[in-house]
Structures are given as structure tokens and as C-alpha cells.
């Protein structure tokens, strides 16, 4: 199934504009979180490979820190956080 970038870019904007829902600062910062995360899908989808952010290219610098667990939380070396 194939879909037309417009159409998607058509549901993101009326999702990012629907704020009826939101009454109190709880909701508000879902809702923030919510256009934010489709601003980076809308983002990721129409710009060309070469110019997708750091974040969309290739392999995530996560994938390649060493991590650690301790207690339920993960931990990374501060040096290996690359932006």
C-alpha cells in the first residue's frame, strides 16, 4: 500500500491543529510532544537523503555507545554522545 505524501502531510496538519482536547498543562505538553514528533516524521519524509538531520542518517550514535544498566537506567559515557 502506498500513500501520497500529501495525504500523510494532510493528517499530520490536522492532527497538529486539533487542540480541543487540550485543558490543562498535562494535555498541553502531550499535545507539544505530539506535533513535535510529526514535525520530525514530516521532517524525516520530505527532505532529500543528503539533507535529513544527523538524527534520520544512517546508523544512531546510541547504537554505537557503550551502555550500561544500573538500577533500571541506562548510562552512556558523555564523551560518546555525538551531535
Known sequence: ????????????????????????????????GVMSGLQMLMTALEQPEEGKPHWIQGEPWFNKAEKKCIAGYWYVKVTDIKF
Open 1 to 32: 500500500m502506498k500513500i501520497e505524501l500529501s495525504k500523510i502531510r494532510k493528517i499530520a496538519d490536522e492532527i497538529m491543529s486539533d487542540d480541543e482536547w487540550v485543558n490543562d498543562s498535562h494535555s498541553k505538553s502531550e499535545h507539544e
